[in-house]
């Protein structure tokens, strides 16, 4: 199994920013990729973007160009650094991690971003 544990949300207002931590424990070594999801009020969850264990990153348009994810295999950590957040940003933060040989994902128990106007 693999333990993660999203640090780093907070309330910012609009056109600030705010980094997130993903720790991850147990059998990292059977990760495939990371990535970040999240989830506002009545919306469904959503892939933010990705990592890939080789270093291949991928985002979703909305958030392309003021988001970056990356990661320190030494801390077993993944960042997602915020920048120029909007309001539409407000969401519970979910990083996923999917592992061999299976494809199974684990989820860690979220962190709020609120973004002021």
């Known amino acids: 199994q693999v333990q993660l544990v999203e640090s780093g949300g907070g309330l910012v207002q609009a056109g600030g920013s705010l980094r997130l931590s993903c720790a991850a424990s147990?059998?990292?070594?059977?990760?495939?990729?990371m990535g970040w999801y999240r989830q506002a009020p009545g919306k469904q969850r959503e892939l933010v973007g990705s990592?890939?264990?080789?270093?291949?990153?991928s985002y979703a348009d909305s958030v392309k160009g003021r988001f970056t994810i990356s990661r320190d295999n030494a801390k077993n950590t993944v960042y997602l650094q915020m920048n120029n957040l909007k309001p539409e940003d407000t969401a519970v933060y979910y990083c996923?991690?999917?592992?061999?040989?299976?494809?199974?994902?684990?989820w860690g128990q979220g962190t709020q971003v609120m973004v002021s106007s």
């Open positions: 996923n991690a999917n592992t061999r040989p299976f494809g199974r994902d684990y």
């Open positions: 147990g059998r990292t070594s059977s990760t495939s990729a």
């Open positions: 990592i890939t264990m080789g270093g291949s990153t």
